[in-house]
Antibody, heavy 121, light 108 residues
């Protein structure tokens, strides 16, 4: 059974930093792209960032580019999101998801339960 | 940036068929995925690549995609199908993933 478990959320200040982590089990982690997706309270899903299997390439939502960094440690089956220069509008539940690029167009096939980030002064 | 348009809500009686759309420019040329999100839960992939189902997803869930509209159909709707449904594509021009705004299905 695939399990993704996020951690690291909490209360952050505008302009501050926070680091999210996700530990994966039950899948060949180093063969999967991975992604972060967020959901503001009562709102829809918003993709944040992707990273390739070997970490060689990363892609970002325009509004987080230059502020967020996605990374991974395949030896530890872990995914990270370093968030800096936080804004109030970054407040959301952040999900870690595996990306199945064995399929035609890379669906997000497994999701963690999410970790809540609140940015407020 | 690429935009996916979904109706905010759909209501359906138990046992009937729920149909929801996802509109986008030339969406028929892309592969569309659909996610179910029950209240308080993480999203769940229910249809991928327009019309395929992951293992464990009932055959009642089906998808299609042509022209400017992709469609998710739920046959013989049950109370447990009450959820928000989001469509998603991979915008290959910039390697961004794009989600629709979601459709909330209410079972009457």
């Amino acid at each position: 059974e695939v399990q993704l478990v996020e951690s690291g959320g909490g209360l952050g200040r505008p302009g501050g930093s926070m680091r999210l982590s996700c530990v994966a089990s039950g899948l060949n982690f180093n063969t999967y792209w991975m992604a972060w997706v967020r959901q503001s309270p009562g709102k829809g899903l918003e993709w944040v960032a992707n990273i390739k299997e070997d970490g060689s390439d990363q892609f970002y939502l325009d509004s987080v580019k230059g502020r967020f960094i996605i990374s991974r440690d395949n030896a530890k089956n872990s995914l990270h999101l370093h968030m800096s220069n936080l804004r109030v509008e970054d407040t959301a539940l952040y999900y870690c998801a595996s990306v199945d690029c064995a399929q035609t167009s890379c669906p997000l096939d497994h999701w963690g339960p999410g970790t809540l980030v609140t940015v407020s002064s | 940036s690429y935009v996916l348009t979904q109706p905010p809500s759909v209501s359906v009686a138990p046992g009937q068929t729920a149909t929801m759309t996802c509109g986008g420019n030339d969406i028929g040329t892309k592969s569309v995925h659909w996610y179910q999100q029950r209240p308080g839960q993480a999203p769940l992939l229910v249809v991928y690549d327009d019309d395929d189902r992951p293992s464990g997803i009932p055959e009642r869930f089906s998808g299609s995609n042509s022209g400017k509209t992709a469609t998710l159909t739920i046959s013989r709707v049950e109370a447990g199908d009450e959820a928000a449904y989001f469509c998603q594509v991979w915008e290959t021009s910039n390697d961004h993933f794009v989600f629709g705004s979601g459709t909330t299905v209410t079972v009457l």
